[in-house]
């Protein structure tokens, strides 16, 4: 079992929420760059501004590539990069206001930093919230690390789809002794540092009751911070499908008081595979206490498809906010065609939870898919190569096929699996770095083609399915004459459809609303044999889902992609 526990002691207050709309907090955020003449025009009047209204907002700026050199945008290219795309910005400076690109008489153009005033503030900020937020942070002795707690409370009944929280670490000020750029600019406010987990965020509930709350923890290893002093995080929940932002918040270096005496949590789930045919599991839970009790006792019940419940009796003693990594004794069950695994707590510290809607985790997962004896695995390397590795085991353990670490970034990795024996096989693929591969890299398990067994990026640690290698004899699969993924999805910004070509042939890619109406168009003539990743541009259209006809020579083929 693992343990993370807090830095230092802190003394416990009781509250009792009241409920109804809340107070909002501002979100402002800019697309900048250090080398952008209109930016260093722009933004004094801009800060100033900020500055004058820190009890009403919070800020991020992300430090774009555009126009020219920028050292707070090359710490950080891809997520920097990523929140401007998810604007549909194509120029700085451009700034937001609650996910708001605003304008009117006082714009030049639309969220001209310049054309923000007082009244726009005051507006916003007039606008209850829905929600709660509260937030603190801390750093670890060597300075090396940050953790971050970030709290959502609903203060009222709340119905909404594709809801996010994103975290941000900022540097608050940042100051050159000289101009890093070519734009004369030395001072720097609100630069973002990292998102958390990524720009892409934690999905949470669409549906909330008032009172209903959440707890999520980040954690990032510190780099390129010029003053540690000046770190700090600000939090925000954001509906991606309008982007707009209901509430925001700043980190404290205090922790937030707990609500309940007794409150034992369920964090998290992992050690699972996307699919199963192996009929069996160890699934590894984090406990967390989110009462002001220590947690000392729980009973830990678990099963799949409402078959004979497990128990696992748990005994130890976490504070406020600390937890626990348990390996849960492994659990048989028939494979279905779709499964549910159910874990729940039962009596903490020999009585009734007062919040137990954190008590629950389930998980929805698939039968494995039958394949036959040749798979294919195709890797797009990312800038850390040497952190990538994978590996094929049978249902005995015992790994049959293996690769990684590599040496060459952004190299494409291509390995074709013959399996001698019908088996259960499961497929794993590890990061030592966390991160998972980081756009444009990626990885596919599939066979015959298109057909996927199990396709990733930024997966974290690690990404697992299973798959049935069958008899082959009288066991007809789909053919297909063109072997093509579609990559990222869901994809926010570009998107590539890979393939290999045999001959020369035309190839197109058409983009289709769910109306049926053609919303992007790309043409790729004449393209000669061999490995080919051509790109398609989602900038633009609204998050949703699309469908995607890829077309080689007279050959299409349609897929369903999420925008975001």
Known sequence: MKKFVLLYAFAIWMVFPLFGQTQRLVLMEEATNASCGPCAGQNPGFDALLNSNRDKLTAIKYHWYFPGYDPMHNQNPTENDARVSYYGINGVPTAMVDGVIENGPSFGYPGSPAGYNQQIINDYYAIPSSFEIDMFHQITPGQDSIYVWMRIR??????????????????????????????GEKDFLDVMKKMLPDQEGTAIPSHWQEGDYL????????????????????????????????????????????????????????NLTETNC??????????????????????????????????????????FLENTEIELPEIEFTVLDENELKIYLVSPNGTTDEYQKNDTITRVFDAAVLTPQEVKLMIKLDDHPEEITWDVVNEAGDIIFSGGPYTTQGAFVQETLNFEEPDCYQFNIYDAGGDGLQVPGFFA?????????????????????????????????????????????????????????????DAEITIFDQLGRETGHFDYPQLNPGYHSIRFDVNGLEAGIYFLRVKIGDEATIRKISVL
């Open 154 to 183: 609903a203060a009222e009944d709340v119905s909404s789809s594709s809801l996010k929280a994103r975290m941000a670490v900022v540097e608050k000020h940042i100051h050159f002794n000289s101009a890093p750029g070519s734009n």
């Open 215 to 270: 707890i999520l923890k980040e954690s990032w290893k510190l780099q390129n911070i010029y003053d540690m002093d000046e770190v700090g995080v600000v939090g925000f929940i954001q509906r991606d499908m309008s982007k707009s932002v209901k509430q925001a918040g700043n980190s404290d270096t205090e922790p937030f008081a707990p609500y309940y005496t007794t409150d034992a949590a369920l964090s998290s789930l992992s």
């Open 445 to 505: 398990l599939f066979f015959n083609g298109n057909n996927e067994i199990l396709a990733g990026t930024n997966f974290g640690t690690i990404a697992s399915a299973q798959f049935s290698v069958a008899d082959p004899t009288g066991i007809t699969f789909p053919e297909q004459k063109h072997e093509i993924l579609i990559y990222p999805n869901p994809v926010a910004q570009n998107g590539f459809a890979a393939f290999t070509l045999f001959e020369t042939a």
């Open 278 to 319: 192996m009929g069996k599991m160890s699934p590894v839970i984090t406990l967390s206490n989110f009462g002001s009790d220590n947690l000392t006792s729980v009973e830990i019940q678990y099963h799949v498809n409402n078959e004979n419940i497990q128990s696992y009796n748990w005994n130890g003693n976490l504070a």
